[in-house]
């Protein structure tokens, strides 16, 4: 089912991604620049290596997507600025697959989702694990910063009258499923 222009399936993952991305890095900055208690720290730590553990496979399907329907369009078609919008979606693409890669290689002990399953960790060299930490970290600052262009982008789509907010709107999706 399509939903003005966004299938169902793309608007969920989108939302799911955008909790995710905005939950860690808003933590992750906090802790790394407040003066936080270890214990919260470890907590937080914790819980973004879960959230982000599960959300690979998400993201994966994701990107997948886009990169399926990025194959069926003629970008000699678009205007400057779609054309800059599709460059802007793809750099977020890069970014977060980055910050996933290395978020992963940076570990310097086991991968503890949720108390659940634990997964190896993928590298045992100190100063790789170190290099990956530092890409890690610039990494989530440009995706900061992508963030925040995004997100000032769809204020001005919408205050220009493109209703970018509806056509990825949950509740449209609702709205749209419920029998009539």
Same mark, same amino acid.
């Given at each position: 089912?399509?939903?003005?222009?966004?299938?169902?399936?793309?608007?969920?993952?989108?939302? &799911?991604? $955008?909790?995710?991305?905005?939950?860690?890095?808003?933590?992750?900055?906090?802790?790394?620049? =407040?003066?936080?208690?270890?214990?919260?720290?470890?907590?937080?730590?914790?819980?973004?290596?879960?959230?982000?553990? %599960?959300?690979? @496979?998400?993201? %994966?399907?994701?990107?997948?997507?886009?990169?399926?329907?990025?194959?069926?369009?003629?970008?000699? $078609?678009?205007?400057?600025?779609?054309? &800059? #919008?599709?460059?802007?979606?793809?750099?977020?693409?890069?970014? =977060?697959?980055? !910050?996933?890669?290395?978020? !992963? &290689?940076?570990?310097?002990? @086991?991968?503890? %989702?949720? #108390?659940?399953?634990?997964?190896?960790?993928? &590298?045992?060299?100190?100063?790789?694990?170190?290099?990956?930490?530092?890409?890690?970290?610039?990494?989530?600052?440009?995706?900061?910063?992508?963030?925040?262009?995004?997100? #000032? $982008?769809?204020?001005?789509? *919408?205050?220009? #009258?493109?209703? !970018?907010?509806?056509?990825?709107?949950?509740?449209?999706? %609702?709205?749209?499923?419920? @029998? *009539?």
């Amino acid at each position: 089912m399509t939903v003005l222009g966004y299938s169902t399936q793309r608007v969920w993952l989108h939302w &799911l991604s $955008a909790a995710v991305i905005v939950w860690t890095l808003i933590s992750g900055f906090f802790v790394a620049c =407040v003066d936080v208690s270890p214990q919260l720290a470890q907590w937080v730590a914790f819980l973004n290596v879960s959230l982000t553990t %599960v959300f690979i @496979p998400f993201f %994966v399907w994701r990107l997948f997507i886009f990169a399926s329907h990025a194959r069926h369009i003629s970008v000699r $078609a678009f205007s400057f600025m779609e054309k &800059l #919008g599709l460059f802007a979606h793809t750099l977020i693409y890069l970014i =977060v697959s980055i !910050v996933l890669v290395t978020g !992963v &290689l940076m570990m310097d002990r @086991p991968i503890d %989702v949720f #108390g659940l399953v634990e997964i190896t960790q993928p &590298l045992s060299d100190p100063e790789l694990i170190s290099r990956f930490l530092v890409i890690h970290v610039w990494a989530c600052v440009v995706l900061s910063l992508l963030i925040v262009l995004h997100v #000032g $982008a769809v204020v001005v789509h *919408e205050l220009c #009258g493109h209703r !970018v907010l509806r056509r990825m709107s949950l509740c449209s999706i %609702v709205r749209s499923e419920r @029998p *009539e």
